[in-house]
């Protein structure tokens, strides 16, 4: 973790986040990391979800209930659960910008200001 922190808040490494039909959930060439989003936002997704859907549940319930669902999800399940958040953000704040396969994702000022 000491050396990943500094790497990553160098301008040595380029991390790029992409959205892109593949199962790969990230490759490295030279200096540039690029990370499949499906991968990273579909658990965090169900986890806030399950959240919303069983509020008396435990947090270690909570993360056992991911777990399976993480595990026995499709690839295409998966995307299509973080594409229906993305729809669902877009329309209630207004997201007009265009997300294209390979390239990141654009994010909201607020967003990026609460990082």
């Excluded at 390239?103 to 000022?109: F, I, K, Q």
């Amino acid at each position: 973790m000491r050396k990943i922190l500094p790497l990553l808040k160098k301008d040595k490494l380029k991390v790029e986040f992409g959205f892109w039909g593949t199962k790969t959930m990230g490759e490295q060439l030279d200096d540039e990391i690029t990370i499949n989003l499906i991968h990273c936002l579909a658990p965090t997704i169900i986890h806030e979800c399950l959240h919303f859907l069983f509020p008396e549940k435990k947090e270690n319930q909570i993360l056992k209930l991911e777990d399976y669902y993480v595990r026995h999800l499709t690839y295409r399940q998966k995307a299509n659960i973080v594409k229906a958040a993305l729809l669902n953000d877009r329309r209630n704040y207004g997201m007009s910008s265009n997300v294209s396969r390979r390239r990141s994702m654009p994010l909201r000022r607020k967003t990026l200001l609460s990082i």
